[in-house]
């Protein structure tokens, strides 16, 4: 079994600043790659921020500046660590992870249960 994990949500004013940490625990060879999804209400489910490997994070153009992925490797975890938000950043954040449980089988994804975000005055 995999699991991922994810804490840090919560309410925040505008301008304000979160920090989210997901770990993945469990069967795991290796984790290829580790990212960050959002989904608001009557939205579809969009890429945040993604890391492969040791690559430099991929953002999505919304959180560009504002947000900042970061890996441990080590530890099978990645954080998002988000200054500046907007209304607009308010939702559900998913953890995401292509895990290879054995050096025999295909690489998987998986994603956490999600932690909302919400952004308010």
């Known amino acids: 079994q995999v699991h991922l994990v994810e804490s840090g949500g919560g309410l925040v004013q505008p301008g304000g600043s979160l920090r989210l940490s997901c770990t993945a625990s469990g069967s795991i060879f290796m984790t290829t790659s580790m990212g960050w999804y959002r989904q608001a209400p009557g939205n579809q489910r969009e890429l945040v921020a993604n890391?492969?490997?040791?690559?430099?994070?991929i953002y999505a153009d919304s959180v560009k500046g504002r947000f900042t992925a970061s890996r441990n490797n080590a530890e099978n975890a990645i954080y998002l660590q988000m200054d500046s938000l907007t209304p607009e950043d308010t939702g559900v954040y998913f953890c995401?992870?292509?895990?290879?449980?054995?050096?025999?089988?295909?690489?998987?994804?998986?994603w956490g249960q999600g932690t909302q975000v919400t952004v308010s005055s």
């Open positions: 995401h992870a292509a895990i290879q449980k054995t050096p025999t089988t295909a690489t998987r994804p998986y």
């Open positions: 890391i492969v490997s040791t690559l430099d994070p």
